[in-house]
């Protein structure tokens, strides 16, 4: 059964290091009338942290591009969040997403992004076509909140 919309929101920003903070806060903020968990929101914004710093990172490695992030809200507390570029691609998926995997030559990289993702959120998935550009799409349904009366 699908679930019905009942908020979203598009935004873009350039894969500048600064916007991943700006993301993280904007999903944060945009979520927050669901009155999350705290670990459910730092679970969230871990998530795209990562996500944003690999498009960042990876997507553009020579110059700055554009960052696209769409986060759709479902009436069944389901939290959808598309962070798409237009950058390099991931030629080889499967092996990007092995943890220690890394194409950066910058030593402070781990390569363990798309799994701290998949630690955090009940589902990841990416798209992605050399040239092209990758869509990574974060899922998370968040718990029913207890109601006191």
């Keep these: 059964m699908k679930q019905r919309l009942i908020n979203r929101m ?8 600064e916007n991943e903070r700006f993301s993280r806060t904007a999903v ?4 927050s009338h669901l009155d999350p968990l705290i670990d459910e929101i730092s679970d969230i914004k871990t998530a795209v942290s990562e996500g944003v710093t690999n498009a960042i990172v ?3 490695p020579d110059r700055i ?3 696209f992030m769409e986060v759709k809200i479902f009436e069944d507390r389901t939290v959808r969040i ?22 950066s030559h910058d030593e402070e990289r ?3 992004g798309f799994a701290v993702m ?17 869509t990574l799409t974060l899922t998370k349904k968040l718990k029913e909140k207890e109601r006191y009366e």
């Design 10 to 17: 598009k935004l873009s920003f350039p894969s500048c290091s």
């Design 65 to 67: 591009g554009e960052v």
């Design 82 to 103: 598309k962070i798409r570029d237009k950058g390099c691609g991931i030629e080889n998926i499967e092996k990007a997403m092995e943890p220690m995997f890394t194409t």
């Design 28 to 31: 944060s903020g945009f979520i």
């Design 110 to 112: 781990a390569g363990l």
């Design 58 to 60: 990876h997507a553009y």
């Design 118 to 134: 998949q630690s955090f959120m009940d589902k990841v998935s990416v798209r992605s076509a050399p040239g092209k550009g990758t």
